[in-house]
């Protein structure tokens, strides 16, 4: 996807966000990406679920699983769009699990879809509790990467748009010395080891 048109679709559907935001990880941004407001226009999502769509048209894939909350609408448009099924894992005791009866089989060939990532570690944890599971990972797509690079998980990889967004710990945030007010967007807290 042309970088500049997901950009404009992003902003339509009110998803770019700029300000001072506290991330997930407790780090700091001036923008925050909140796909959930672009999941919501469905006609604007589209083209980002057809891009993913393409790319991985051609790979040996048995399911499609996301980290909840932001990826589990991305995970179940990729899996319709690919015939695929559709799985999410969430925290449970802060701990990434799969529940509500999904099951990964031995060998089952997994894509894992995030919304948005940022350092990568939600799916990483999917990751881990599949390969304990006996899955495959075979790779890892979001609508969005803003990781400036950070995101290395060493299998393929692929986002609709690469963002290069700064962050920056509390401790060095220029949002923080200039008195910006801060604002925690988002679907859960933060991360208990931060």
Do not use: W
Not at 20 to 33: E, K
Not at 79 to 101: P, W
């Amino acid at each position: 996807m042309e970088k500049d048109r997901a950009i404009e679709l992003l902003k339509r559907s009110g998803a770019l966000l700029d300000g001072h935001f506290i991330l997930t990880s407790g780090n700091h941004s001036a923008y925050y990406i909140q796909c959930a407001l672009l999941l919501s226009r469905p006609e604007l999502a589209v083209e980002f679920m057809q891009d993913i769509a393409r790319h991985f048209r051609s790979m040996n894939i048995d399911t499609v699983a996301a980290p909840a909350v932001g990826g589990i609408i991305a995970s179940y448009e990729l899996a319709r769009l690919l015939g695929r099924r559709s799985i999410f894992l969430e925290r449970e005791k802060g701990v990434m699990s799969l529940r509500r009866g999904f099951r990964i089989q031995r060998g089952e060939k997994v894509l894992i879809v995030e919304d948005v990532i940022t350092t990568g570690g939600s799916v990483l944890e999917v990751r881990e509790v599949i390969r304990r599971e006996g899955g495959e990972v075979i790779a890892f797509t979001s609508i969005v990467n803003r990781s400036e690079g950070r995101f290395q998980p060493g299998i393929p990889s692929y986002a609709c748009v690469h963002m290069d967004i700064p962050i920056y710990t509390p401790q060095e945030c220029p949002l923080c010395a200039a008195g910006v007010p801060v604002v925690k967007p988002g679907s859960r807290g933060l991360r208990e080891d931060t």
